[in-house]
């Protein structure tokens, strides 16, 4: 039996995860490019379910798969003007660049990082991507997020491939994940691999269960 207090922050991880990804469609998809303007067509969801996986990250890379494991899937999806309309107030252009678009991409989630990893470590106050790694590292899961032609992720998965990590002799953050999103097909390669557009955000979130 899982003793109550380790109970009590897996419950509290996952509520940090389930906050911070919703929030973010309450602030930025329910607008338009001007950010002030409210569309009434915008479509907001979110999907609860359980899923067989053998890996939090693309299957392809990885080359030894774990064991399936048994996951609760929290995926939260918005029809908004995604990350790169959200930040430069227009639609995606084919002129744009994919390194643009990616650049746009990770500081979108990376914005307010660097006051969420200065506060300690358990303050609730944690803000947006900082604090969803920190609590998919606890639960052992991983994130995937899909906007624009660009898919990241990062997994905290036993037996996944655990890079851009804080090192153990770290004074503020010790062995905790960097505030890095990893190009799904290519996570060692800077630069991203382009996908077919996608309108608004896509986050899929999976998380072990049976650990406790």
């Known amino acids: 039996m899982p003793n109550e207090e380790l109970v009590l922050k897996w419950r509290d991880a996952l509520t940090s995860v389930v906050f911070e990804l919703f929030e973010n469609t309450q602030i930025h998809a329910r607008f338009g490019y ?6 009434a067509d915008v479509v907001r969801a979110i999907l609860v379910r359980t899923v067989v996986v053998q890996t939090g990250g693309n299957p392809v890379l990885q080359k030894k798969l774990g064991a399936a494991v048994e ?6 999806v918005d029809s908004g003007v995604g990350f790169f309309g ?5 639609a995606l252009l084919a002129s744009d660049s994919l390194a643009e678009e990616w650049t746009c991409l990770r500081e979108c989630l990376d914005k307010h ?3 969420a990893q200065h506060l300690p470590q358990g303050d609730p106050r944690g803000i947006g991507l900082y604090e969803v790694l920190r609590a998919l590292h606890f639960l052992r899961g991983s994130i995937q997020v899909r906007s624009g032609r660009t898919k990241a992720y990062r997994s905290f998965f036993t037996g996944d491939h655990q890079i851009q990590m804080e090192s153990r002799e770290s004074r503020t953050r010790p062995g905790m994940p960097k505030v890095r999103m990893l190009d799904f097909d290519n996570p060692v390669r800077p630069s991203p691999t382009e996908n077919t557009e996608v ?3 896509a986050i899929r979130t999976l998380v072990p269960l049976g650990w406790l």
Do not use: A, F
Request: positive net charge; hydrophobic residues 20%; contains cysteine.
């Open 34 to 39: 001007d950010r002030r303007t409210l569309k």
């Open 71 to 76: 996951c609760l899937e929290i995926s939260v």
């Open 86 to 90: 959200s930040k430069h107030k227009r």
């Open 113 to 115: 990082s660097e006051e």
């Open 199 to 201: 309108k608004g955000v």
